[in-house]
């Protein structure tokens, strides 16, 4: 099976909380990001999680990681129409330098 | 800071002709990486340089795909002779170090018919 599995997609109404959810399956992942993609444009990175953290928050962004359930969520506060893209969970694993992409979540806000 | 230049932006070739693919990374990034990404899923990691010599280059179809990092810098992708099945968008990525904070260009959209 793949390596990082994500939902495919999300709706949600612009000012509410998104979350998009993330299962990895390498518990030796030391890093584990978030990356948004719109329409014809690169991956962007959001934010990051080193593995001994269980949360962290950036502004409108909170990333949990449980790390026992191997699972990750990215939380949007306060979603807005330009929140609409593909969302991409990745994990970093320092053997082999190597950086796997879950299938990504494309998330759309209606206003 | 100036981002990763990827080009061309769009490219449509028959099957079995040949094309390329340019990079050029961020200043001073040691690491360039080429992803593979089919519409609808993730990116596929497809051959990772440190400076100009090759770390991993695995997932690289090597009968008809070949990546090369000259001086450490840019870099080019090629396909020969291509399929059907390698239309796609390219993506190049650099970074400073690894952990895996990568800085993405804008791709390559390939389509092959």
């Known amino acids: 099976g793949e390596d990082v599995e994500q939902s495919l997609f999300l709706s949600v109404r612009e000012g509410d909380s998104s979350v998009i959810n993330c299962t990895y399956t390498?518990?030796?992942?030391?890093?584990l990001y978030w990356y948004k993609q719109e329409p014809g444009a690169g991956l962007q990175l959001l934010t990051y999680?080193?593995?001994?953290?269980d949360m962290k928050q950036d502004q409108r962004l909170t990333v949990l990681l449980n790390k026992k359930d191997k699972h990750l969520s990215l939380r949007i506060a306060d979603t807005q129409t330009g929140d609409s893209a593909i969302y991409f969970c990745?994990?970093?694993?320092?053997?082999?330098?190597?950086?796997?992409f879950g299938g990504g979540t494309r998330v759309l806000v209606k206003p | 800071e100036a981002g990763v230049a990827q080009s061309p932006r769009y490219k449509i070739i028959e099957k079995r002709q040949s094309v390329a693919f340019w990079c050029n990374p961020i200043?001073?990034?040691?690491?360039l990486y080429w992803y593979q990404q089919i519409l609808g899923q993730g990116p596929k990691l497809l051959i990772q340089?440190?400076?100009?010599?090759?770390?991993?280059d695995s997932q690289l179809p090597k009968d008809r795909f070949s990546a090369e990092r000259l001086k450490g810098v840019d870099s080019t992708l090629k396909i020969q002779p291509a399929k059907l099945e390698d239309s796609a968008v390219y993506l190049c990525?650099?970074?400073?170090?690894?952990?895996?904070?990568?800085?993405f260009g804008s791709g390559t959209r390939l389509t092959v018919v």
């Open positions: 990525a650099s970074s400073l170090a690894p952990r895996g904070g990568y800085t």
């Open positions: 390498d518990s030796s992942s030391t890093y």
């Open positions: 999680i080193f593995s001994n953290m």
């Open positions: 990745a994990e970093y694993k320092a053997a082999g330098n190597k950086l796997t």
């Open positions: 200043s001073g990034h040691a690491t």
């Open positions: 340089f440190q400076n100009n010599g090759v770390v991993d």
